[in-house]
């Protein structure tokens, strides 16, 4: 059972716009959601993250918006760069639950 | 070395032997995470740590076993190598709930 959904695989952006990542959890107890990049052979870092008190987290060009209704959560690269190409993996925990539980990632391919 | 360091960085083992992948945190995190990463799958939690010979089972568990017997020192063990084991390993720390982790650059590990 996938708590935390990324359905897109895979999206390409050209360099300068706007890149939009989307996340879905079922799990209702989630009250603390995080972002994180990976490069090939590198592990996760960690990117941006947003508390369920929050529906908007903003840092630099990056953007976490958050909407506990549709248990929906999404990522704004503006503008992007071609560093920005990377795998990007959502994540999500409960109160109190130092677990967190992972997407299954999007791979951001940034065209020149 | 500062942060999570893992080794070997890249394994190939034949079918039936047991393996060992370390983790090594100078980062004091109480919190320790084995996780495989792989395709449509992302990131699954095998088994984590909660202090120092404290630890408890993930989602995939089957097949691997753990041990902490400082707080530095991660070990994951895979009792019986079997195919279904190859995939990338990510150790992770963290300082507890609320807070994003920390990971290792991972192992590539390769069952034959």
């Known amino acids: 059972d996938q708590q935390v959904k990324q359905n897109s695989p895979s999206l390409s952006v050209q360099e300068g716009r706007i890149s939009i990542l989307n996340c879905d959890y079922t799990?209702?107890?989630?009250?603390?959601f995080l972002w994180y990049k990976k490069y090939p052979a590198e592990g996760p870092t960690f990117l941006i993250s947003?508390?369920?008190?929050?529906d908007k987290n903003e840092d630099g060009r990056f953007t976490v918006f958050l909407n506990k209704s549709a248990k929906h959560l999404s990522l704004h690269i503006v503008p992007s760069q071609p560093g920005d190409s990377a795998v990007y993996f959502c994540?999500?925990?409960?109160?109190?639950?130092?677990?967190?539980?992972f997407g299954t990632g999007t791979r951001l391919t940034i065209i020149p | 070395d500062a942060g999570i360091t893992q080794s070997p960085r890249h394994k190939v083992t034949e079918t039936g032997t047991p393996v060992t992948l370390r983790c090594h945190q100078t980062e004091n995190h109480r919190y320790m995470y084995w996780y495989r990463q792989d395709p449509g799958h992302g990131l699954r939690l095998i088994h984590y740590s909660y202090g120092v010979k404290d630890t408890d089972k993930g989602e995939v568990s089957d097949g691997y076993s753990v041990s902490r017997s400082k707080t530095e020192d991660f070990l994951l063990t895979l009792e019986s190598a079997t195919s279904s084991q190859t995939s990338v390993y990510f150790c992770a720390g963290s300082g507890g709930a609320g807070y994003g982790y920390t990971f290792g650059s991972g192992t590539r590990l390769t069952v034959v």
């Open positions: 947003i508390s369920s008190i929050k």
């Open positions: 994540a999500a925990s409960a109160s109190g639950n130092e677990k967190l539980t």
């Open positions: 799990n209702s107890m989630f009250d603390y």
